[in-house]
């Protein structure tokens, strides 16, 4: 027998024939008139090569063969019921799984820190991993599944198949030590471009920044260029580095160095912080609830800053 030619509505037919071992309570069951219900009893007897149920009385008796299908059918019909028909629903509450997040590292301190406060009171058995991914490499996390969110500046998302809502919008901040910096409070375009700088382009990234400046004729005189910015924390104090990092950056910089900003001489360019999803996630209820925590733990109103 070739499952592709047997229609499964008549296992649940059988079923209630099982159950009520009568045409008419079986029809009433499931909703069915009386010779709706004896013609799927015909059909039935056909798929199986055997009569399934005679009657004896009042009632309609099982065969051998009917007794022996019968456990089988019902819990076939029950795991029917139960995990594929049911509504689908998540309970964070109550949840046991892994969220993976591609950001980079700017984004493990920008934003993760208000998201596990939350998952901690909603959420206690949810994880997270948070990783990076090269420029390319993000979309097909997306799509594959590999990875549920990316949150953060990725330009190489705003395509089809992809969905995305915004967080905020910053700009950029350029810092240096606040004692073996440059010391002047602002610089000229010369000074600037001839000043010792640290870039950090996380996967070897080209970013909006990189774009400006080139679009503009602009090179930096660049002495390091690194993967990380929280390498800053280490590599800026003692030094006469600068470096021009996104706004977020400055002020964790701020937090645990002594650094000092120095006025750009030039209008910054904006970044669109936002959190994207590939558009197979746009009705799964887990990633719903997923960006729905990142998007009230990180949207901020303009010129709004990094929470402390």
């Known amino acids: 027998m070739d499952i592709r030619n047997v229609d499964l509505n008549l296992l649940v037919v059988f079923d209630a024939m099982a159950r009520h071992c009568s045409v008419g309570r079986a029809g009433d069951a499931l909703g069915l008139s009386q010779p709706a219900t004896s013609a799927a009893l015909a059909r039935l007897r056909t798929v199986f090569d055997d009569a399934l149920f005679v009657r004896a009385g ?5 065969t051998p063969r009917a007794m022996e299908l019968a456990p089988a059918v019902q819990r076939v019909v029950e795991a029917i019921n139960a995990e ?16 993976t997040i591609l950001t ?31 420029r390319f490499a993000a979309a097909e996390a ?13 330009p190489d998302l705003h395509k089809a198949g992809f969905f995305q809502q915004a967080l905020f919008r910053t700009s950029y901040a350029c810092v240096t030590c606040a004692k073996a910096g440059p010391a002047a409070a ?25 774009r400006y400046l080139s679009d503009k004729g602009w090179q930096r005189h660049v002495m390091l260029e690194l993967s990380h910015f929280m390498s800053l924390l280490a590599l800026l104090p003692g030094t006469d580095l600068v470096a021009t990092v996104p706004e977020d950056i400055a002020t964790v910089l701020e937090r645990h160095v002594a650094i000092r900003r120095i006025a750009l001489p030039f209008h910054v360019p904006v970044i669109d912080v936002q959190q994207f999803w590939h558009r197979r996630m746009q009705h799964d209820l887990a990633n719903r609830w ?7 733990v990180n949207r901020r109103e303009a010129n709004e800053g990094l929470p402390g």
Do not use: N, W
């Not at 594929?84 to 969220?99: G, M, W």
């Open 290 to 296: 997923l960006r729905g925590v990142f998007f009230e």
């Open 104 to 134: 980079p590292d700017i984004g493990e301190v920008a934003f993760l820190p208000g998201v596990l406060r939350r998952l901690r009171q909603e959420a206690p058995q949810v994880r997270l991993l948070a990783t990076a991914r090269s």
């Open 58 to 62: 009042a009632q309609m008796k099982p």
């Open 186 to 210: 602002r610089l000229s375009l010369k000074q600037y471009l001839a000043a010792r700088h640290v870039v950090v382009r996380p996967d070897g990234r080209e970013h909006l920044l990189d």
């Open 84 to 99: 594929i028909l049911q509504k689908a629903s998540f309970d964070p509450a109550r949840a046991e799984r892994t969220f």
């Open 142 to 154: 997306l799509e594959s599944g590999e990875a549920d969110l990316a949150v953060g500046f990725f």
